[in-house]
Structure formats: C-alpha cells, structure tokens
C-alpha cells in the first residue's frame, strides 16, 4: 500500500522534545526576568523613558538569554533524536519480525529482553502469536499432506480393481461391483469428515440450548446394535447437563466418543460408560472405555487428523478414516470448551468434555 511520504515517528519526537525544552527554557528565562526586574532599582528616566540600570539589564541579558535558548534547541533535538531512536527501538524489532513473517518466515522471535514496559508485552503478544500461526500453519501442512494421501489410496484401489477387471475376462462383476462399492463408501465417509471439519472449525452454527444427558442417551441408543454385536456393555448414567451449541454437532461428537469406545475395546466382555453431569460453571460429558494398555505417549496424538496410533489401528469395517477424536476435539473447540483424554491404568481410555454451561 503506497502512502506519501510523512515525518517519521522518530523525527516527531525529536521536534516534540527540543519544542517542549525550548519552551520549558523559555519560560524559565522569562521568570528569571521578571525576578530581576523587580530587584533592579528603576533609576532616572534615560533615553525613550527606559531607566538606564534597566537598559544595561536588557543589554547584558538580552545576549544570553538567545545563546541560552539557542543551547537548549540544539540540545534538545540532538538529545531527543538519540532518546528516541533508544525508546523506538523495540518497535524497529518488532517491525523487523513482522517484515519476516510476512515473507513467510513464522520461526523467528523477538524475545526482546530488559523491563515488562509496554513495549516487552507488545513483543511477547507478537512472539506469542508468531509460535501459534507457526503450529497451525505446520498443522494445515500436516493435514494437507495426509488428507492426499487418504484420499488417493481409495482412489489407487478402485484403480487397481479396474485394472484387474479389465485384463481378466474372466473376473466376476459381482464381486468387481461388491469392491468398488466399498471402496467408495470410505472415500464418501473421508470426504463428509473432512467436510464436517471445516464446519465445526469455522464456527458458523447457531447456538442454542442443549441437554448434554439426551444426546448422550440418542449416542447410545444409535450405536446399541454395534456395541451388542462386540458384547461390548455400554451404559448411560449421570444428570442433565445443559451446554449452548449446535445440537447436531454436538450429537456427532458424541457418538464419535462412543463408537470410538466401542471399537477400540476389548475383543468380548468389555465395557462403555456415558457419563453427564452438572457443575458450577461447566457441563461435563465423560467417556470411559475399557481395553489394551495405552502407551501415555501416544494419548496427545490421538485427536490428531488421521493419528490413530499404532496400538489403535483396525482393518475391520469400522475401521473409520481418522478423524474421528479430530472432529470431537474441533467441535468441542469450536464450543469453547475442552476435551481431555487419558490412559486407564487397567486400560482402556477416559474422554472428558467439559462444555460452558448453559442457565
């Protein structure tokens, strides 16, 4: 964006400075006049009706008086020029930094040092925002990234099926058919997660109230046919817990919780808890699953885009597209709330949503 050219802040407050101090000089010089008129007798009328001890006093105070203001002004605009290149040097850094992360550099930091003043919060808010707009856009890499390669390999496959299809006459077309399709169904459920994604990222849902304990007991009610085909015990308990938000959303995120539980369970006998409950400024869902030992390292990584974890990954059909623990933690995210996962000491997985509660 072109802009004229103007007087820069530096140079405006050079002038600001020597003005002040030739003003303040000024003044200061016209009270000493004032004080020495009064001690300086008035004599006989001399020439032009001017008494002569004061006529001497104007002709001895006059010359100082300017070599005095003249010394201020030089003083002033040298002085302030170094003064405020000194104060307007952290903003020199700071607009440094912002050059560079404009070029598209989002490693450096100012990490500007001496006294928390204004300046030290203003270069920590921009260290701060410059780490957070690097992790991000490291994510968005990520996902990309992982995005294609999720999407290619249903495509690679269809591909390949055709391939075979195609060179041998010979191959059933039930079976082509049966393939494609299931094939297909994971690239549409891929597309409609990563769809939903980016709605609950950008948080464009109307907000009203909702009853955390319904949609659980509509989570568990949805997925009862699956969790008693793994005899897999799955409970609902807890009291009304109301949240403000998309009802939808918040339904999806509840039975990707649940169906999460239940398919990373034990093989039979295992169980799913759902619990809801009231607290004094929250509204608090909690998923508890057992199953197989989690190493704690792998937890953090779980509500990462397609992370599903090495001790976590199933070939069955429900095997999903990870996403799943990805879109719990953008809803409850895009809620303003917060999700919290942890290893059971048994095994298994404790998921907690707390939510702003709703009155």
């Not at 980016?198 to 046919?225: G, K």
């Amino acid at each position: 964006m072109n802009r004229r050219p103007w007087l820069s802040a530096r140079l405006k407050l050079t002038i600001s400075y020597a003005g002040l101090l030739l003003i303040a000089g000024a003044v200061l010089l016209a009270v000493v006049w004032v004080s020495l008129l009064r001690y300086v007798p008035d004599n006989d009328q001399g020439l032009l009706g001017i008494s002569p001890n004061r006529y001497l006093l104007v002709r001895m105070f006059t010359p100082a008086a300017a070599t005095a203001l003249a010394f201020l002004l030089v003083f002033g605009i040298l002085g302030g020029w170094l003064l405020a290149g000194r104060m307007l040097a952290p903003l020199t850094r700071i607009a440094d930094a912002a050059r560079l992360a404009a070029s598209g550099s989002l490693a450096h930091r100012i990490r500007l040092g001496g006294p928390g003043d204004e300046f030290r919060e203003l270069a920590d808010v921009f260290d701060t925002m410059l780490e957070r707009l690097e992790s991000h856009v490291g994510e968005q890499q990520r996902f990309a990234a992982n995005a294609s390669h999720e999407l290619r390999t249903p495509l690679a496959i269809s591909q390949a099926i055709l391939d075979v299809a195609r060179n041998d006459p010979t191959y059933e077309r039930g079976e082509l058919i049966e393939r494609l399709r299931t094939v297909n169904t994971r690239a549409i459920d891929l597309t409609e997660a990563l769809l939903l994604l980016s709605h609950s990222d950008r948080r464009n849902f109307t907000r009203e109230p909702v009853d955390l304990s319904l949609i659980a007991e509509e989570a568990a009610e949805t997925l009862l046919p699956l969790a008693e085909q793994r005899r897999i015990t799955l409970a609902v308990t807890g009291e009304a817990a109301h949240a403000a938000g998309s009802a939808a959303l918040l339904l999806r995120m509840v039975t990707n919780l649940v169906q999460n539980a239940i398919v990373h369970n034990l093989p039979a006998g295992g169980t799913v808890t759902v619990h809801t409950e009231p607290r004094r400024y929250a509204s608090v869902l909690r998923v508890e699953n057992t199953g197989c030992p989690l190493p704690p390292e792998l937890v953090p990584t779980l509500t990462e885009p397609f992370q599903r974890g090495t001790e976590r990954v199933r070939t069955d059909e429900h095997a999903g597209v990870g996403l799943g623990l990805a879109i719990v933690h953008s809803i409850v995210g895009a809620h303003d709330g917060m999700l919290e996962l942890a290893p059971r000491p048994a095994g298994g997985l404790v998921a907690t949503v707390r939510l702003p509660a709703h009155r």
